[in-house]
């Protein structure tokens, strides 16, 4: 999606940025994982396929990507590289083109060492006050395998609500609609976060 290619999102834990070709091997290295695979159901590419991934990404306009970084390395700057911050990614799908109001949420927390802090549940908070505030989304769905206990839980915390099972596929469906109430409890919890301009691996403030 290009609406957010020169978009940066500065949290307390996590600082989201718009996903580059610079990012790609660090994320390749992450998807060799047969566990990642497992929890992302997806398949291993090629790093040629990795940067064609990448590029579709930025044009397509029914996704929106933002790389997470590790905001404590992040602030060390300039001293660290963009790509040793990383510590996941966090997606919005706009595929039902019946209800453009509706996106489909994931998070990947990959680094090993960058599980358990926070951060996943900061990333979706941004990403989802992002969708409610720039792409005019009501509702969100999280699509999520049975056996990642984790995330579940986490987006329980995140007032979504388990609405269907996928035995086939083996993953639960939850689901949030933002009625005046949730969408005021999102912005008071994202209220922190500053947004700023994005270039080239540098951020300036707006």
């Given at each position: 999606?290009?609406?957010?290619?020169?978009?940066?999102?500065?949290?307390?834990?996590?600082?989201?940025?718009?996903?580059?070709?610079?990012?790609?091997?660090r994320?390749?290295?992450?998807?060799k994982?047969?566990?990642?695979?497992?929890?992302?159901?997806?398949?291993?590419?090629?790093?040629?396929?990795?940067?064609?991934?990448?590029?579709?990404?930025?044009?397509?306009?029914?996704?929106?990507?933002?790389?997470?970084?590790?905001?404590?390395?992040?602030?060390?700057?300039?001293?660290?590289?963009?790509?040793?911050?990383?510590?996941?990614?966090?997606?919005?799908?706009?595929?039902?083109?019946?209800?453009?109001?509706?996106?489909?949420?994931?998070?990947?927390?990959?680094?090993?060492?960058?599980?358990?802090?926070?951060?996943?549940?900061?990333?979706?908070?941004?990403?989802?006050s992002?969708?409610?505030?720039k792409?005019?989304?009501?509702?969100?769905?999280?699509k999520?395998?049975?056996?990642?206990?984790?995330?579940i839980?986490?987006f329980?915390?995140?007032?979504?609500?388990?609405?269907?099972?996928?035995?086939?596929?083996?993953?639960?469906?939850?689901?949030?609609?933002?009625?005046?109430?949730?969408?005021?409890w999102?912005l008071?919890?994202?209220?922190?976060?500053?947004?700023?301009?994005?270039?080239?691996?540098?951020?300036?403030?707006?």
């Amino acid at each position: 999606m290009r609406l957010n290619e020169n978009t940066l999102l500065l949290g307390k834990k996590v600082v989201l940025v718009p996903y580059t070709a610079e990012h790609v091997p660090r994320y390749h290295e992450w998807m060799k994982s047969e566990e990642l695979q497992r929890l992302t159901a997806s398949e291993p590419l090629t790093l040629e396929q990795e940067y064609s991934m990448q590029r579709s990404w930025r044009e397509d306009a029914d996704k929106c990507t933002f790389i997470v970084l590790d905001a404590e390395k992040w602030q060390a700057r300039p001293s660290t590289t963009e790509d040793s911050c990383m510590a996941g990614d966090v997606n919005l799908f706009l595929t039902d083109l019946r209800d453009p109001s509706l996106g489909e949420i994931e998070v990947m927390i990959a680094e090993p060492s960058c599980r358990g802090k926070g951060f996943g549940t900061e990333a979706v908070l941004m990403m989802m006050s992002y969708g409610v505030t720039k792409l005019g989304l009501t509702k969100f769905e999280a699509k999520i395998g049975q056996g990642n206990e984790p995330s579940i839980r986490m987006f329980q915390k995140l007032h979504f609500e388990q609405v269907a099972v996928n035995s086939v596929f083996q993953e639960v469906t939850l689901r949030l609609t933002m009625n005046e109430h949730e969408r005021q409890w999102l912005l008071e919890q994202t209220s922190h976060v500053e947004e700023k301009c994005y270039i080239d691996g540098s951020s300036e403030s707006h």
